[in-house]
DNA sequence: TTCTCCTTGGAAAAGGTTTTCCTATCTGTT
DNA sequence: AACAGATAGGAAAACCTTTTCCAAGGAGAA
């Protein structure tokens, strides 16, 4: 049988709220009593249960965190930043996967109220309406990571990269470089996914460049190695004049677009630049090295974490939208054409 | 204020004991009144509280899970595999991050046990004496994954790959397509590491073949691609005549040594053939793509999710060793040069 | 000296369940 | 008709804390 606090009190011959006392340090007790009891919490090696406690505090040091993909390095990165600010502070993790499937979000959202987590840090693929009012009905703070909103802005606080800024970096870096005509192969036209808003980035480029769109050259679809593969397929095969350079929705997604341009007897990037998007460990092992969009999801998860604790802690914090730089990595893919 | 049980007796006009036992069925109730019950249930949606049912059932349906690195997507796939099973059975995961470090790991074991959790799954990356004598102090179950224990076999249930026949096989697949001058670039050379016992796998191959052992062929280190490019650098220019081809200790360690190769004008595997170890997703995008013997950690998360959950339930389980099964898998990098 | 206020400590309630005893009713057997 | 045994439900203890409310004693002020 573990120890109880009525151990401890019975052994030092004081009340239970006593030595409750001594170990929250809430009420002022003689310091020679505090050492005794301390001495015998020590010998007993006692600790509080923490399901009592939580029961009556309504305080459980944990957080819960939703990923679509536990085993996507990207959100990996993510729990490790999220993870080093927690245990930090004292707090643990609970992790849970949802497949990106909203009914699960939901189910997710519940079965972590239901454990009396402190609060949540939620990275979806697709945020919605249904999502969000149904995280506001919870009585815990909701911290959205990675992902915005897809509406009412301001409400929910949220950490993420500037998805259409960093696209809009990228493309100008190429066209920066002496490239006109650029393609674009990138992730799900999900509305207001991170594949919409870094499309939107890659428009807004061209368009300040004055540059004309061409249609034949933006390719959507999954964030994935056969998808940039397929995608850089079919503009290959449905443009009798190739781009010089493509930007890409993802690292994944650029390694098969390489894949099938050296495959295709394209050089990369004497024939054409390739630009991938996270910046994935393994994109410098890549060959050609992949040039790219640095993406810190550690660094998302940290301040997110700690953001959330405020929140725990009780400041008073409005909603806002916290945005973590990116940055451009210059590798091999990219030739400049001036 | 949440919703309790008292309030559903209340409204229902019965007995706290008879509500729980219509929640957890229990003992017989009438199903008039178990409609009735359950009917008042739904429509205030009430849900028991489970720091309060975990402080008497004892049982909180929380799994803890120790990895030496969150973001590690070896780990990543671990941790997914055991999160797939136990979602299923109803368990929530907490997952703890140790840096391989085992002062920290002997706290998170103390961590996880002031959450109360069932059981944990522990992956180290040396798990010694200490360690082991201090798991068995405590009062829930934990199962080893990924890594054995060093010494007292059969004390601890485990999950693992066995790593010296998996680098026997890939060893004794180099013979079989004709090579003789084997190398070895691995891990770490920690007691009972799976760096050592990969060796170990290694040396028996060649033993089995009587091919006779070199020296100057074997390298130990990280396991990083770093480790791997330095440690064929130093091979490369020890020996006066090159090895045919290398085993290496993992997918990481094979990049960092083609990538020497290639940058030194050796061709793989023209000129000497290479094999990895684990089949990260990524090996297949790596060029040349990359042989290597798969190991489904996935697979190994599953099962030791499984395994514990069966004590956890009552099973009574003499503590063996389970081998989840490799796979040598050809791509690019191997030459037959019989 | 008397009164007030601060300090130190205890008793018991509160938090929300599950479970152990009981009791009363009902069913079926002889 | 009488009795055993099953069935249905309630009261209260138990799980282990924190916290509220109260009391006693001591110090300082008038």
Do not use: W
Request: glycine fraction near 8%; charged fraction near 25%; aromatic fraction near 6%.
């Amino acid at each position: 049988m573990a120890v109880t606090i009525a151990d401890i009190a019975r052994e030092a011959g004081v009340s239970i709220a006593t030595v409750s006392r001594v170990i929250n340090n809430t009420k002022p007790v003689s310091s020679d009593l505090k050492n005794r009891v301390f001495d015998i919490i020590e010998k007993n090696n006692f600790k509080p249960n923490e399901l009592a406690r939580g029961l009556i505090t309504k305080k459980t040091n944990i957080i819960g965190v939703i990923v679509p993909d536990i085993s996507n390095s990207v959100f990996g990165a993510l729990i490790k930043g999220i993870n080093i600010v927690c245990s930090k502070k004292g707090y643990t993790l609970m992790v849970t996967e949802s497949g990106g499937d909203i009914n699960n979000e939901i189910k997710l959202l519940d079965v972590l109220a239901d454990k009396k987590i402190d609060g949540i840090l939620f990275a979806g693929i697709n945020v919605n309406h249904k999502l969000i009012t149904e995280m506001q009905t919870k009585d815990y703070p909701v911290i959205l990571v990675t992902q915005e909103a897809s509406d009412g802005e301001g409400i929910m606080d949220t950490v993420v990269h500037d998805n259409i800024k960093a696209v809009y970096d990228a493309t100008k870096f190429l066209i920066d470089n002496g490239h006109k005509r650029i393609a674009y192969i990138g992730g799900p036209k999900i509305d207001y996914s991170s594949g919409k808003k870094r499309l939107k980035g890659y428009k807004l480029a061209l368009e300040d460049a004055k540059i004309k769109l061409i249609d034949s050259l933006i390719e959507q679809g999954e964030f994935s190695f056969q998808a940039g593969y397929l995608g850089m397929k079919k503009m290959y095969e449905e443009n009798s004049v190739l781009p010089t350079a493509v930007v890409t929705g993802s690292d994944i997604i650029a390694m098969g677009v390489i894949q099938f341009l050296t495959g295709a007897g394209v050089n990369v990037p004497d024939d054409i630049s390739v630009i991938g998007f996270d910046d994935l460990e393994f994109s410098t092992y890549f060959k050609p090295e992949l040039s790219t969009v640095r993406i810190s999801y550690f660094d998302e998860g940290a301040i997110a974490a700690n953001e959330l604790i405020k929140i725990i802690d009780g400041e008073n914090i409005t909603p806002q939208t916290h945005y973590v730089p990116h940055k451009i990595i210059r590798r091999s893919t990219i030739k400049n054409i001036n």
